[in-house]
């Protein structure tokens, strides 16, 4: 089992849909959580940190439940510059180690 | 700020030839990050140093790749010698913080390609 799990996709949503993704950890001690988002042939870049309490910038809303060990995102009225790769991030202080989920594609269409 | 810079941007080499990438971090940050991502395997944590210090290369494929710190402005990443199944974009990035508890910020990457 990957140490950071997340659903590939492809997801193609109109403009002005609302998308969720959803990404499961394995490791019960990982600390620190984020959303990176990745365009075509450019290098990643945090969207968001993910808090216990929850977090909302905009129209982006992520949260954490480390109950059931998993984290989300949420993209309200997409646009078509959301169109990426959403990569969910996991740090395991104890190992001094990041983990990348695999990422998940999002198309908006016009 | 600059931001982080790779050098070069692009490297195309042949089966057996000595590569080396290059990283200038932020200035201040104590973290720097080697990354390597491919279609297959996505973006894999080669390597991690804490104020130039090697934390962690666990992540590192083989003995035929090394990495430096030799000072808080400069990284390499060598590869010696490199094979085809190489070929992918890595990725340098620095954190103000270790551990990776805080934003990692990333260079454009090389992309390298091994014939």
């Known amino acids: 089992r990957k140490e950071v799990e997340q659903d590939p996709g492809p997801f193609n949503v109109p403009e002005g849909a609302t998308v969720a993704f959803n990404c499961t950890y394995s490791?019960?001690?990982?600390?620190?959580f984020f959303w990176y988002r990745q365009d075509c042939r450019k290098e990643p870049k945090l969207l968001m940190s993910?808090?216990?309490s929850g977090n909302e910038d905009g129209r982006f809303t992520a949260q954490l439940n480390r109950a059931s060990q998993y984290i989300s995102l949420l993209i309200r009225d997409s646009k078509l510059s959301d169109s990426a790769t959403y990569l969910c991030?996991?740090?395991?202080?104890?190992?001094?180690?990041?983990?990348f989920g695999a990422g998940t594609r999002l198309f908006v269409k016009a | 700020d600059a931001g982080v810079i790779q050098s070069p941007r692009h490297e195309v080499t042949e089966m057996g030839q000595e590569v080396t990438l290059r990283c200038k971090p932020i200035s201040g940050h104590n973290s720097l990050f080697w990354y390597r991502q491919t279609m297959m395997r996505g973006l894999e944590l080669l390597i991690y140093?804490?104020?130039?210090?090697?934390?962690?290369d666990s992540g590192m494929p083989e003995d035929r790749f090394s990495a430096k710190m030799p000072n808080a402005s400069f990284s390499t990443l060598k590869i010696q010698p490199s094979e085809p199944r190489d070929s992918a974009v890595y990725f340098c990035?620095?954190?103000?913080?270790?551990?990776?508890?805080?934003?990692?910020?990333f260079g454009p990457g090389t992309r390298l390609t091994v014939l």
């Open positions: 993910v808090y216990s």
């Open positions: 990035a620095s954190s103000p913080t270790p551990n990776g508890e805080d934003t990692q910020y």
């Open positions: 490791n019960s001690a990982s600390q620190s």
């Open positions: 991030v996991v740090t395991n202080t104890g190992g001094f180690k990041t983990i």
């Open positions: 140093f804490n104020n130039n210090v090697p934390i962690d």
